[in-house]
């Protein structure tokens, strides 16, 4: 008589181990890159931020708890919380608009009558894989003081809407305008691809029921691409949410906070007071209120998007 012994069952826990040990060179790589480049800076600029740190050799930084958190609200000069009021200006501003022209121009180049489809794709997405300096430097030539500058002499010189020229760069709103602009035109294509993408599953039912409704081509926008397309709008205003958060070659670029530090953001602040007035401590803690504001606001976002229904 032959005995067939049965093979007893892997445990869940030796499965998992053999998995994980099978992808893991493959994963390594990203692991060591999120601590390298992620988790240890994280960590150093927490501690950095309770320390009088200094970035001579061999300096004794010292243990000071919240003393640079209370240093950056005592400012008499206000610079963070002028650079906080600046960074929810620029959510309020640009967030509304590059939405609107991102899934207004993607419905354009999707719309049946438009030819050259690729080359309309490419020209909206140029502005994005272009250099951050190039583009400042063409937004420098065109908002420049003086009629030397293209929009001062379309405006004064050519149409007559201005009284006079403007100094765009040395009044606040006209400066905080022209930071706007900037974002808006360097990062409208990304909205305007994932758009795109987004309208080739639109089911085309929809819009035929909406063509026998008698629907306009704005009715059937906002009546039909618009909700269908919502599960994309949560995603792509969470980026653009996130992305006006982190401001910094806009303002670093254009007018380096200026006039008198009042376009500053919160990166770009951190930035100045770090290498340019070397309080590296204070930058710190900058750095990790912006982190909590950051997390605050992308968990809220993301626990709202979690309980969505994607179809």
């Known amino acids: 008589m032959i005995v067939v012994e049965k093979k007893r069952p892997r445990s869940r826990w030796r499965v998992g181990a053999k998995q994980w040990l099978t992808v893991l060179p493959y994963v390594a790589l990203g692991f060591a890159g999120t601590f390298v480049f992620v988790l240890y800076p994280m960590v150093k600029n927490i501690l950095v931020s309770f320390q009088d740190f200094s970035i001579m050799p061999n300096a004794k930084n010292?243990?000071?708890?919240?003393?640079?958190?209370?240093?950056?609200?005592?400012?008499?000069?206000?610079k963070f919380l002028i650079a906080v009021?600046?960074?929810f200006l620029n959510v309020l501003a640009t967030v509304p608009i590059n939405w609107f022209l991102a899934i207004f121009f993607a419905v354009l180049i999707n719309a049946k009558f438009?030819?050259?489809?690729?080359?309309?794709?490419?020209?909206?997405?140029?502005?994005?894989v272009t250099s951050w300096v190039v583009v400042a430097l063409l937004f420098k030539y065109l908002f420049a003081d003086g009629d030397g500058g293209l929009v001062n002499f379309l405006l004064h010189k050519t149409l007559g809407i201005l009284p006079e020229a403007v100094a765009w760069k040395s009044h606040y709103w006209s400066a905080m305008i022209m930071i706007?602009?900037?974002h808006v035109w360097k990062t409208v294509g990304w909205g305007m691809v994932i758009y795109l993408a987004a309208l080739q599953g639109v089911p085309k039912d929809l819009y035929e029921a909406a063509d026998i409704d008698g629907a306009t081509a704005v009715q059937k926008f906002w009546r039909v691409t618009v909700p269908v397309l919502r599960p994309v709008t949560l995603f792509v205003v969470i980026n653009l949410i996130n992305g006006a958060f982190g401001f910094f070659p806009q303002v670093y670029f254009i007018t380096q906070g200026g006039p008198m530090n009042q376009t500053q953001v919160i990166?770009?602040?951190?930035?100045?007071?770090?290498?340019n007035h070397f309080k590296i401590g204070e930058a710190a803690a900058m750095g990790f209120l912006m982190g909590l504001m950051v997390f605050a606001l992308t968990f809220s976002q993301m626990t709202k998007f979690g309980k969505q229904r994607l179809f």
């Open 180 to 182: 706007w602009l900037f």
């Open 85 to 87: 009021r600046n960074t």
């Open 267 to 275: 990166p770009s602040l951190i930035y100045m007071e770090a290498f």
């Open 114 to 128: 438009v030819k050259q489809k690729i080359a309309f794709r490419t020209v909206y997405y140029l502005p994005i």
């Open 62 to 78: 010292a243990w000071i708890g919240f003393e640079n958190y209370a240093e950056v609200f005592r400012d008499p000069n206000k």
